[in-house]
């Protein structure tokens, strides 16, 4: 099945509690929140205050992305801000088979995110730990970036090898997804598209999530 993660980075943050609840609107079934410190990535946007304010207002799963140095560190605080699935970078400095242990021993789902430069064979070792990969099809740091088509073949393998190992999990991808880019995702094997710029923005949410769903089953 494929789901559609929003991601805020993109919405009114002036009107946070407004956008998360016009985007449950239009029917998604996560709302994906990037976290990021201005050291692990070139770019600063919110933290676990924020999402802890937001967590009463929304039905949603949150889809927490950090794209900070030491996740292992600050998982605490965005268990305690509602978080229900945490994704952290391979390439930051906590150890990535500890952090994952320490975030289903929250009763958290654990993600795992790929840079473009790092190998899909990087993540081989916790694919049976794992709730979800999630492959960067930009360079993370920024929304409304352009999708790197390159990223497929990671896509393709990490799939393959799920289907090789009998496991049935969900593959993300993050970055320059529209309409446009969709299909071309999940045809290589991705099931869950998270997309900022081609939904917040946009007039009607309803409307932009159904084209984008339609684009993705084309
Ligand atoms: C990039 C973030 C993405 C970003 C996607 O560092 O991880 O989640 O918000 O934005 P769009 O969909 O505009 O590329
Ligand atoms: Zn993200």
């Keep these: 099945m494929i789901k559609i993660s929003p991601s805020v980075l993109a919405a009114d943050f002036s009107d946070l509690r407004r956008e998360a609840q016009a985007m449950e609107n239009a029917g998604v079934p996560m709302l994906h929140l990037d976290v990021m410190d ?3 990535v070139p770019n600063l946007s919110f933290g676990a205050p924020v999402i802890r304010s937001l967590r009463p207002y929304s039905g949603l799963l949150f889809d927490v992305h950090l794209m900070i140095s030491d996740p292992l560190r600050y998982l605490d605080d965005y268990v305690k801000a509602g978080a229900d699935l945490i994704t952290f970078h391979l390439e930051s400095d906590s150890e990535p088979g500890e952090t994952i242990r320490a975030i289903r021993a929250k009763g958290k789902k ?3 995110a790929l840079k473009p430069a790092t190998p899909w064979s990087a993540a081989e070792p916790y ?5 979800m990969l999630v ?5 993370p740091g920024f929304g409304g970036q352009s999708f790197m ?5 990671k896509v393709r393998a990490l799939r393959q090898e799920l289907i090789r190992r009998g496991k049935d999990m969900d593959i993300m ?5 529209a309409p446009s880019t969709a299909k071309t995702a999940v045809q290589n094997g991705a099931n869950v598209l998270v997309a900022g710029s081609a939904l917040f923005g946009k007039p009607d949410y309803s409307a932009a999530v159904r084209e984008l ?4 089953q084309a």
């Design 38 to 40: 201005g050291h692990f």
């Design 110 to 112: 654990a993600g795992l």
């Design 127 to 131: 694919l049976d730990e794992l709730d």
């Design 135 to 139: 492959v960067m099809t930009v360079e």
């Design 149 to 153: 088509e390159d990223m497929m073949p």
């Design 173 to 177: 991808v993050d970055g320059g997804i």
């Design 213 to 216: 769903l339609l684009a993705a």
